[in-house]
Structure formats: C-alpha cells, structure tokens
C-alpha cells in the first residue's frame, strides 16, 4: 500500500517541474526568453520564510509573514522571473520612454514585454496547477524575499513565487 504522505510531496514537486516548463515554452516577445524559473522545497522553503519575516518585521508589512505561513505549509514553491533588458525595438514607448534605445539608459525601468511576458508564463504555470488540482497561489511577496536573498542571476529583476499544497483544504483561501 501507498499512503498520502509518502507520494504527497514527491507528486507535487512533478506538478513544479510541468509548470515550470510550461512558463519556459509561454509565448514571448520577439521570440526571445526572459523567464528563469527556481524550484524551491524543504529547507530551501524555510529560508525563503524567514526572508519574509524579516521583511514583515522591518518594513511593517504584515502580510509578508502571512504569505511566509503559507509557504511554510507548501509542498514546494515555484519562483519565476524576467529581466527588464529592452527587445530592442525602435518604435514601441510602451515602457514609457521613446524606444528601447532610450529605455536602454534607463536601467531600473522594466521592459514592457518582459512584464507581460512574465505574466504569460505565469498564467501558463498555474494553468498546469489548475489541471492536476493543485492548489496555489501567486506571490509578489516570495518573490520579492527571494531576489534579496541574491538567488537568481543578477539580471533577473522582476520575480513571482508559487507556492504548491496538496493537503485536505486550500490552505491559500481562507488567510488572515
């Protein structure tokens, strides 16, 4: 016999690795990839929590130590993120700037189709997680505790966490 608990994590880890290939093949703009995505479990998780306490405590953002009880209570976490490098374009604007030339001296100003591209690649993620039952929950806090504990490339600026639970109830609903 086969118990819950022995194949509970291992499964929900699979689900992780589907959705982050399914962020890898979303649609991008110019056909060019922007998206990195990290796996995070175990003690990996923890660490992660402890960046959000932290940033609870220092900040007064309460609901960064909510989202890190989440996470403590998650399976795994997927993390993806996009750097905010210009396509190159010279004519767009949507970032707000002339093109991408003039955008490029503007370093800290995200890439409009980086953004969008990471919400596609997100969508397409959870869509994975919707499909196997998995419950989840998009996080701008874990992917914020994630890029200041220097995980991803340098280049890499801009980072949503997902966090992934197989247990008897949502433990993403109802959150206080």
């Not at 819950?4 to 929900?12: I, K, L, M």
């Not at 503007?106 to 869509?127: E, H, R, W, Y």
């Not at 196997?132 to 929950?137: C, E, K, M, Q, V």
Request: proline content about 2%; some cysteine.
């Amino acid at each position: 016999m086969i118990y819950e608990d022995e194949y509970r994590e291992e499964t929900v880890i699979e689900i992780a690795k589907k959705m982050a290939l399914a962020a890898r093949t979303a649609p991008k703009g110019r056909g060019r990839n922007t998206i990195e995505t990290i796996i995070a479990t175990g003690s990996d998780i923890e660490k992660i929590a402890k960046q959000m306490d932290k940033i609870a405590d220092e900040k007064g953002q309460g609901f960064f130590a909510r989202d890190a009880s989440n996470l403590r209570n998650s399976e795994a976490v997927l993390f993806i993120g996009t750097s905010i490098d210009p396509l190159g374009l010279e004519y767009c604007g949507y970032c707000g700037l002339t093109n991408c030339e003039t955008k490029d001296l503007q370093k800290d100003i995200p890439c409009a189709f980086n953004t969008v591209d990471l919400g596609i690649a997100i969508g397409s993620a959870v869509s994975i997680a919707a499909d196997n039952r998995i419950d989840n929950r998009v996080m701008f806090s874990a992917g914020l505790a994630i890029k200041e504990l220097n995980v991803f490339d340098k280049n890499i600026k801009i980072i949503f966490g997902i966090p992934l639970s197989a247990r008897r109830k949502n433990i993403y609903f109802d959150r206080k």
